[in-house]
């Protein structure tokens, strides 16, 4: 497989406070990577520096180096709107766009682009919807208002508005916590099948989720990478004591 991303000591500060220490990780195309670990222990610090959201967060800031196809995206002369292009988010909780239509939700980041061809836009609109798992059910309310969608389905659209300008990776955080059993096995049925077409890194509280649907997984504990592997080793012979130890449960 085809190496995406590699993380290279990379450090994360807020102020002074050192909130990941020294990762070390390699991401391969076409994968599904979940990050777990109990709260506070910087996973989702960590998935939010591969997008630069810290570069909206007062006070933070990342050292190391992150590299995307090999082009380092925390260099001085790379632009960090085209890192959000290249690398989308979803986020714990649904955030349809309130004021927009469903269509307009998915075509929001290609209009703000300056695409305008309606013709051209709606069919990124239904090739996004229909790689969402969202299409035949929004197909006739594409002008609806998206906050009428029930929380399973706003989630799944916001996932169909950052597919629309077709990510190399789609970073989720917690992306079913928020959702009902039924909504949560759509959504992982659907991790199955996007990573055909881009490469997912998901963090996530449930063991049971990483472990259905997810390459490789990743143990954060304390700020620091405890381990990493493939997932079906670090469900059933974790090589660190304290993965052992959280993945059974004893601690978390």
């Known amino acids: 497989m ?29 994968t599904v990577n979940a990050l777990i670990g109990p709260s506070g222990c910087g996973k989702t610090t960590f998935l939010r520096a591969i997008n630069r959201m810290h570069d ?35 986020f714990q909780k649904p955030n349809p766009f309130p004021t927009m239509s469903v269509f307009d939700n998915v075509v929001s980041g290609l209009k703000l682009a300056g695409m305008r061809d309606h013709k051209a836009l709606m069919e990124i609109a239904e090739r996004s919807l229909r790689g969402g798992a969202l299409w035949d059910e929004v197909k ?19 996932i169909a508005r950052a597919l629309a300008v077709e990510p190399e990776i789609l970073l989720m955080d917690e992306p079913t916590s928020a959702l ?14 996007l990573k055909k077409v881009t490469t997912i890194i998901i963090v996530t509280h449930n063991m049971h989720q990483a472990a259905r649907v997810s390459d490789t997984t990743s143990f954060f504990l304390n700020g620091d990478l405890v381990e990493h ?13 304290r993965t052992e130890a959280y993945v059974t449960g004893r601690f978390g």
């Open 2 to 30: 085809t190496q995406l991303l590699t993380a290279s000591n990379v450090d994360i500060y807020y102020g002074s406070k050192q909130a990941v220490k020294q990762v070390n990780l390699k991401v391969e195309k076409g």
């Open 56 to 90: 909206l967060t007062p006070g933070a800031r990342v050292e190391g180096q992150i590299l995307l196809d090999g082009q380092d995206i925390y260099s001085s002369d790379i632009d960090p709107v085209e890192v959000r292009r290249r690398v989308g988010m979803v």
């Open 140 to 158: 006739d309310r594409l002008k609806s208002p998206a906050t009428g969608l029930s929380g399973g389905q706003q989630q799944r659209l916001c």
């Open 180 to 193: 009902d059993p039924a909504s949560t096995a759509r959504i992982e049925d659907l991790m199955t099948e």
């Open 229 to 241: 592997g493939q997932t079906d080793q670090i469900f059933t012979s974790p090589r660190d004591e």
